[in-house]
Structures are given as C-alpha cells and as structure tokens.
C-alpha cells in the first residue's frame, strides 16, 4: 500500500508537532526492535519439538523484526517528506 503523507498548511498540524511525534515513534520503534532482537530463540528451547522447529521459530522472529522495521521506514519517510516542504 502507497504512504499517504498528511498535507501541511496553516489548519493543520504544524510540521514541527508532526515530525516531533513521528520521531518519539521511530525512538520507541526502535526500543521495541532492540528489545525483541534479545528474544532470539534459543535452539536448547526447541530442540524437544522436532529438527525444524528452530526453524521455525527463527523466521517468525525474523518476520516481528520486519514489522518493527517496516513502521520505522514509513515513519522516516513521513519525516523526510515533511522536512522538504
């Protein structure tokens, strides 16, 4: 889906509040990211469950780290679209 990124004018929000807020949401993003890269799993965690369970586990991991990145990559784009107006 296309980022739709808001119009800046004088009855809107003003830039500044935008790109403030947007940044306190990529520092959190970015809190979140680094929180989950510590749950990595641990194949001593699910060895038990079969040979490719591990497996498993990684790419999910991998996937909610994608996610976490995905929100910041909109929001850095939502900030470098309003710093150019």
């Known amino acids: ?3 739709v990124h808001p119009t800046i004018h004088l009855n809107g929000t003003g830039r500044d509040s935008l790109v403030a807020e947007w940044e306190k949401a990529w ?31 990684i790419e999910q991991h991998r996937d909610r780290l994608r996610k976490i990145q995905s929100v910041q990559d909109d929001l850095q784009a939502l900030m470098e679209h309003a710093m150019v107006l």
């Open 1 to 3: 889906m296309e980022l």
């Open 27 to 57: 520092d959190a993003c970015e809190s979140a990211f680094e929180a989950l890269k510590r749950t990595a799993p641990n194949g001593r965690d699910y060895y038990p469950q079969g040979s490719d369970a591990l497996e498993k586990a």
